[in-house]
């Protein structure tokens, strides 16, 4: 193989795995395609911190990959959204909508320079937070519909505040072997059902406590640092 081809590959490592992150939710698109719904959002979230992890381990990092991987959160997160939404009720399906819009906005938004990234909640803890109401709701055999409805409402709402919310638990995270854990708690909060409550509770508890500091304190200074 030619030395430029292999380069051309080298450079490209984060991109592919940003694509490879989106290309197997389309199995959500086949009969009974839902009931993968779960390791599909932990993949999906797995492949988009290896995305940032590898292009800062191999030094590639660039602004098209930058935007490819803003994009490829926009439509892995908009299916999973949507697909979710629908599973669950027309009204859910409605307002899941709602959120979508939210989430596109915010990814385009992105796209611009001069737009400040490092506020607001970003769309991969509103898809951490519908995980867990469905995992909840599998382990104690409610109908999600609700929680959905108000998780979909609450991130609409975050995903625009004009501060940084880093009290979060994935926010916290900042070296390969914090994110690394922060996706082992996901598998573990889904393969170990004792786990989950603690798991799903420290996610939302530190994302409520984020928002209360800006609503009530105020105390988020806009050069907090957070994921994007």
């Known amino acids: 193989?030619?030395?430029?081809?292999?380069?051309?590959?080298?450079?490209?490592?984060?991109?592919?795995?940003?694509?490879?992150?989106?290309?197997?939710?389309?199995?959500?698109?086949?009969?009974?395609?839902?009931?993968y719904i779960v390791p599909l959002i932990i993949f999906n979230n797995i492949m988009d911190d290896l995305d940032g992890i590898l292009a800062a381990k191999l030094n590639v990092k660039s602004e098209f990959g930058a935007r490819l991987d803003n994009v490829c959160d926009a439509i892995s997160h908009t299916i999973i959204v949507m697909v979710i939404g629908m599973h669950y009720g027309w009204i859910c399906g409605l307002v899941g909508l709602i959120s979508v819009s939210a989430i596109l906005i915010r990814s385009v938004s992105r796209l611009d320079h001069d737009v400040v990234k490092e506020t607001g909640s970003p769309t991969n803890e509103?898809?951490?937070?519908?995980?867990?109401?469905?995992?909840?709701?599998?382990?104690?055999?409610?109908?999600?519909?609700?929680l959905l409805i108000v998780i979909f409402v609450v991130h609409t709402i975050t995903m625009f505040i004009k501060y940084p919310m880093p009290y979060m638990i994935?926010?916290?995270?900042?070296?390969?072997?914090?994110?690394?854990?922060?996706?082992?708690?996901?598998?573990?909060?889904?393969?170990?059902?004792?786990?989950?409550?603690?798991?799903?509770?420290?996610?939302?508890?530190?994302?409520?406590?984020?928002?209360?500091?800006?609503?009530?304190?105020?105390?988020?200074?806009?050069?907090?640092?957070?994921e994007s």
Request: net charge positive; aromatic share 12%; hydrophobic share 60%.
């Open 1 to 35: 193989m030619p030395n430029f081809i292999k380069l051309s590959i080298y450079k490209n490592i984060p991109n592919i795995v940003s694509i490879l992150g989106v290309v197997p939710l389309i199995v959500l698109f086949t009969e009974d395609g839902y009931q």
């Open 126 to 146: 509103l898809i951490r937070h519908i995980l867990f109401a469905i995992l909840l709701a599998a382990m104690f055999d409610f109908n999600p519909a609700l």
């Open 170 to 226: 994935r926010s916290q995270a900042k070296t390969a072997s914090a994110i690394l854990l922060v996706n082992v708690s996901l598998i573990t909060a889904w393969l170990i059902p004792f786990a989950l409550p603690i798991i799903a509770g420290g996610f939302i508890l530190t994302y409520l406590y984020s928002l209360l500091q800006i609503v009530f304190f105020n105390k988020i200074r806009p050069d907090n640092v957070q």
